[in-house]
């Protein structure tokens, strides 16, 4: 951008600003220079505009490249709507469907989402596994069997500790704390779990496909400072001047760790843990429920982009804070689209329950409750309180749905106990 303004008047470049040149989009140079320029205005003339009036608004971060040269970022308005739908959607005293606040329920929701985002941000990273094999093994609690399957379970135990460690403050130790959850038993040498990378451990960034390097983190002599450094901007109070909205603080953090990489491996999944530690440390307690990785996924190269226009556009982070807000709103979303399914799927079973003339009163009234209430556990006795039957008719009611498949039988101490199950509406559909 010098060698531009070293071009062009300052009464011209006084006059460019003026006009306030459209910005609909937060175009990079890249994306910038195939269209063409509002009248009257060269490409490196509007360029040149955008760029000092981004810059008249930027706000610096304690995050500095290794040349010293500082991060900044500064709110758009569409950054702006998309924190407000953000803050209506996932904090606070949000309303959501009786199947989350539901404590019945939660659980299956909760356990859902906390295996599809330790699966897709491990499938991220490389692990080569399909969803339908990850959720056998994280269902079944079955030891991995490779190294894509303990990435997954890693990934899977770390997360389900967040709601735990969203108390503490961020320090270093906790950081190591994470990436040894994360890393347990993935790494060529064991001894890089939960500690930083040292000088002799080179990392670089790069294109599986062309090898090009596409980023060189700092050297491994500063990371000690950087990382205290992000610690230190992570426990800010939400008061603190200049204020950072803590769904921007999140996100920051995300890229920080990212950018600096601090560990020999699994940076990536560790940044992402701590995105959701902040997240849920800031009481928006709906994303145990949000899988952003899955978004990611579908995705990557645009993930990707979003770190290389921050760094190649003079430390630009609002490239990488767009992207990654478009990602949470898409989140939370496909949350919505899920939960009005399955809410449909337990309506139509429903129906299709009282429809097909099969059961019994009794029957179904429990298949019901089974569908409502997933993990419900019947017995024998609790069926006949509630119908005032005998019990061997009580007995009859339910060796019956045990017969058809509906339900499934355990002992619990010298008791038998049924449960529904797991996919008792396609079940129903096969009566």
Not at 307 to 322: A, M, S
Not at 327 to 354: N, P
Request: proline share 5%; net charge negative.
């Amino acid at each position: 951008m010098e060698s531009l303004f070293k071009k062009t008047e300052p009464t011209r470049i006084i006059s460019l600003i003026t006009q306030k040149l459209p910005d609909d989009r937060y175009f990079h140079w890249d994306e910038l220079r195939h269209r063409s320029p509002p009248e009257g205005c060269t490409l490196e003339e509007w360029w040149l505009s955008l760029r000092f009036q981004r810059n008249s608004q930027a706000r610096v971060l304690p995050l500095l490249d290794p040349q010293e040269r500082a991060f900044s970022w500064f709110l758009t308005d569409p950054m702006l709507l998309c924190l407000r739908k953000i803050d209506m959607m996932a904090g606070g005293t949000v309303q959501m469907p009786a199947q989350v606040t539901n404590s019945s329920t939660r659980d299956q929701y909760l356990v859902s989402s906390l295996m599809e985002e330790a699966i897709t941000s491990s499938q991220l990273e490389g692990a080569a596994t399909t969803r339908e094999v990850a959720r056998d093994m994280l269902r079944s609690k079955s030891e991995p069997r490779n190294i894509s399957e303990r990435m997954i379970l890693n990934n899977y135990l770390t997360m389900s500790e967040l709601t735990n460690w969203r108390t503490q403050s961020l320090t270093p130790e906790l950081v190591y704390e994470i990436h040894r959850h994360i890393t347990m038993d993935t790494l060529d040498d064991p001894t890089a779990a939960g500690r930083l990378r040292r000088v002799d451990e080179p990392v670089e960034v790069i294109d599986e496909m062309t090898e090009e390097v596409l980023h060189t983190p700092p050297p491994a002599e500063t990371l000690e400072a950087r990382l205290q450094a992000m610690c230190d901007f992570a426990n800010q109070p939400d008061d603190a001047v200049p204020f950072v909205h803590p769904i921007i603080r999140a996100v920051i953090l995300h890229f920080w760790l990212a950018y600096d990489h601090p560990f020999k491996d699994g940076n990536g999944r560790t940044a992402r843990a701590l995105f959701y530690w902040m997240m849920l440390k800031r009481g928006f307690w709906l994303f145990q429920f949000i899988s952003i990785s899955q978004i990611l996924l579908k995705a990557r190269a645009q993930y990707g982009q979003a770190f290389l226009k921050t760094e190649t556009d003079g430390n630009d982070l609002n490239y990488f804070l767009l992207h990654q807000l478009g990602v949470i709103e898409q989140a939370i979303k496909s949350l919505h689209d899920y939960i009005r399914r399955k809410s449909e799927e337990v309506s139509e079973a429903s129906k299709r329950l009282r429809a097909l003339g099969e059961f019994n009163h009794r029957q179904e009234a429990l298949l019901n409750r089974a569908i409502r209430h997933p993990g419900t556990a019947f017995t024998i006795e609790s069926h006949q309180q509630s119908h005032r039957v005998s019990y061997a008719t009580a007995r009859s009611d339910i060796l019956r749905l045990v017969e058809l498949s509906l339900l499934t039988q355990r002992k619990r101490g010298q008791a038998f106990v049924f449960e529904a199950a797991s996919d008792l509406e396609k079940r129903l559909n096969e009566v």
